[in-house]
T-cell receptor
Framework: QKEVEQDPGPLSVPEGAIVSLNCTYSNSAFQYFMWYRQYSRKGPELLMYTYSSGNKEDGRFTAQVDKSSKYISLFIRDSQPSDSATYLCAMKFSGGYNKLIFGAGTRLAVHP | KAGVTQTPRYLIKTRGQQVTLSCSPISGHRSVSWYQQTPGQGLQFLFEYFSETQRNKGNFPGRFSGRQFSNSRSEMNVSTLELGDSALYLC????????????FGPGTRLLVL
């Protein structure tokens, strides 16, 4: 079993829809949770960064962390065709080093 | 502020050769990490350097190595290339030792024939 599980999709939604992306993890020692967006043939771009549990909002994006369930989510409101990309969740332990453990990534297509 | 830069962007090599990839972190960032991205395995951590010292290493064979210079620029080297080394190699930089976000470069796409 992988440490971080993420449904690879693809996920196809109409423009304007609310998108929900999720990851589950097995190691309760993870403390930092991130969402990256990766366009085709580009490097991952940091979208959201959360420490421990709770919600964080930035524009159309909301990240949620539920440590009791070992479950994290990213919500995209009013989705746009430009949101079409692969979304990667990533996690890190507290203290020490900068090793990120990634999910497989979910491919999202937003069609006009 | 300039982002993370990686050179070269594309490389074609043959089996048995070796390759060196370069990464320049964001100005002021002292931590540089390397990742390998393949369709089958996704993004996997290779190693991390901080202040010229390797602090952490992923589960890759010894053919994969790296170093960091005093200006925080980093290189990774892969010797005796195998077909399975074909991948996107990504470099990420961050300011502090831990607890900080990491920013990725565009990657070097390596094709081994």
């Amino acid at each position: 079993q992988k440490e971080v599980e993420q449904d690879p999709g693809p996920l196809s939604v109409p423009e304007g829809a609310i998108v929900s992306l999720n990851c589950t993890y097995s190691n309760s020692a993870f403390q930092y949770f991130m969402w990256y967006r990766q366009y085709s043939r580009k490097g991952p771009e940091l979208l959201m960064y959360t420490y421990s549990s709770g919600n964080k909002e930035d524009g159309r994006f909301t990240a949620q962390v539920d440590k009791s369930s070992k479950y994290i989510s990213l919500f995209i409101r009013d989705s746009q065709p430009s949101d079409s990309a692969t979304y990667l969740c990533a996690m890190k332990f507290s203290g020490g080093y900068n090793k990120l453990i990634f999910g497989a990534g979910t491919r999202l297509a937003v069609h006009p | 502020k300039a982002g993370v830069t990686q050179t070269p962007r594309y490389l074609i090599k043959t089996r048995g050769q070796q390759v060196t990839l370069s990464c320049s972190p964001i100005s002021g960032h002292r931590s540089v990490s390397w990742y390998q991205q393949t369709p089958g395995q996704g993004l996997q951590f290779l190693f991390e350097y901080f202040s010229e010292t390797q602090r952490n290493k992923g589960n890759f064979p010894g053919r994969f190595s790296g170093r960091q210079f005093s200006n925080s620029r980093s290189e990774m080297n892969v010797s005796t290339l195998e077909l399975g080394d074909s991948a996107l190699y990504l470099c990420a930089s961050s300011f502090a030792q831990s607890g900080e976000t990491q920013y990725f470069g565009p990657g070097t796409r390596l094709l081994v024939l």
